[in-house]
C-alpha cells in the first residue's frame, strides 16, 4: 500500500508513470498546485477523500491507467475556483477491458439477449467498469464517462468500524446530481445510463413492475419496443386461441362470436393439416387482433356466464394498455 495520507504538496505533485501495485491512499492530503498522473498505473484502489486544494490546483490523468476504485468522497468544495475538471475521460484504460462480447457469435448472441431481458443483470454490472464513490462531494467539476464508471456508496464517516451504508435519501440525492452533471456537460449516453440505473434503484423494493417497465420500453428511452413487445403479444395470444377457437368463437356456444371468423371444430388429422393448421393459426390471430384492437369489439357480447370469458376480457384489457402507450406514442410524435 502507498500512503501518502495527510501529506502537502506546495509546488508540483509529480506522479507521472508511477506505478501503484496495490491501493494508493491520498485522504486528507494537501494540493497547491499540478497534480500529475499522467501515464500513472493504478490497480486497485485510489483513496482522494477530505482533500484540502488550492484555487491553482489542476488534476492531469491523461493516458493513466485507473484503479478498479475511487473514492472520492468528502470533498463538498472540490470545484470552488479550480480552474478545470477532474476528468477521468482522458485515462487510456477505459477501452478495450473487459469486454463482455467476444467474437464468436453465439457468445454474441446470447449477450444481446441477455441485455434484451435481462438489463439489470447486464447492462448494469460492475464487470469491466470503475467503481466511484462520490458520497458529500461537490460533483459540478468531476467529468466520468459512465459507459465505464458504476457509483458504489459507503458512509466514510463509519468506513473502518460499522461500514454502514448511506440512506437512499443520501444515494438520490447523489444520483440526481450527477444526472445534473451529464445533462449540463451534454452526454446523454452517459445520462440515460446512469438515469435507468436510478430508476432501478428507486424500484429495488418491488423489482418485478420495474423489471416489466424496463423489459418494456427501457423506461421511455427505447420507445420503439412497445410495438415489438405489442406483437409478440398478439402471437403469443394467437397461439393460446389456436388451440381454444370452438370454445370462443363457436356460433352457438362459443363465448364471443366474431362473423368474419369461420366455426372450428375439434381438430382431426387428415391429408389437408398443413393446410387447415395455417388457415386455423391465421384466423387465430385475426379473432385475437379484433379483441385486442378494439376491431367491431362489443362487450356486451361476451357471454359471461362461461368462465373462459375471463380470458377474452384479459386480452381485451391488455389491448387496451398497449393501445393506449402506441397512441401516446403517436401523439408525442
Known amino acids: 500500500m502507498a500512503d501518502f495520507s495527510n501529506a502537502g504538496f506546495d509546488t508540483l505533485a509529480n506522479f507521472r508513470y508511477a506505478n501503484f501495485d496495490s491501493v494508493v491512499d491520498f485522504s486528507h492530503v494537501h494540493f497547491s498546485s499540478l497534480v500529475d498522473f499522467r501515464n500513472a498505473h493504478f490497480k486497485q484502489k485510489a483513496v482522494l477523500r477530505n482533500l484540502s486544494i488550492t484555487p491553482k490546483v489542476r488534476f492531469d490523468f491523461n493516458h493513466s491507467v485507473l484503479p478498479d476504485t475511487i473514492d472520492l468522497s468528502n470533498n463538498p468544495s472540490l470545484s470552488l475556483d479550480m480552474p478545470s ?197 391465421w384466423f387465430s390471430i385475426i379473432y385475437t387482433s379484433i379483441v385486442f384492437f378494439l376491431l367491431t369489439f362489443k362487450i356486451e357480447k361476451i357471454r359471461f356466464s362461461k368462465p373462459i370469458s375471463l380470458w377474452v376480457m384479459f386480452i381485451y384489457t391488455i389491448g387496451l394498455i398497449c393501445m393506449g402507450f402506441i397512441a401516446n406514442l403517436i401523439l408525442q410524435k
Open 85 to 281: 475538471t477532474i476528468d477521468f475521460t482522458l485515462a487510456d484504460s477505459l477501452n478495450n477491458k473487459n469486454r463482455i462480447i467476444k467474437k464468436n457469435f453465439w457468445r454474441g448472441v446470447k449477450y444481446y439477449v441477455s441485455i434484451y431481458f435481462y438489463p439489470n443483470d447486464t447492462m448494469y454490472e460492475t464487470k469491466g467498469k470503475r467503481l466511484i464513490n462520490l458520497y458529500n462531494t461537490d460533483i459540478t467539476n468531476i467529468k466520468i464517462d459512465y459507459t465505464h464508471f458504476k457509483l458504489y456508496f459507503i458512509d466514510v464517516e463509519t468506513h473502518d468500524t460499522l461500514n454502514r451504508v448511506l440512506s437512499d435519501d443520501v444515494k438520490s440525492s447523489i444520483y440526481e446530481q450527477l444526472l445534473k452533471n451529464f445533462k449540463d456537460r451534454g452526454q446523454m449516453e452517459s445520462y440515460e445510463r446512469l438515469d435507468i440505473e436510478y430508476m432501478w434503484f428507486k424500484g429495488h423494493n418491488n423489482t418485478y413492475i420495474t423489471g416489466i417497465e424496463d423489459w418494456w420500453w427501457r423506461f421511455g428511452y427505447e420507445k420503439w419496443r412497445v410495438f415489438i413487445h405489442t406483437f409478440l403479444i398478439i402471437i403469443v395470444f394467437s397461439v393460446i386461441n389456436f388451440f381454444l377457437m370452438p370454445k370462443l368463437n363457436d356460433r352457438n356456444n362459443g363465448v364471443y362470436h366474431i362473423d368474419l371468423v369461420p366455426d372450428f371444430l375439434a381438430f382431426k388429422f387428415s391429408k389437408n393439416t398443413p393446410y387447415r393448421l395455417i388457415r386455423r393459426f
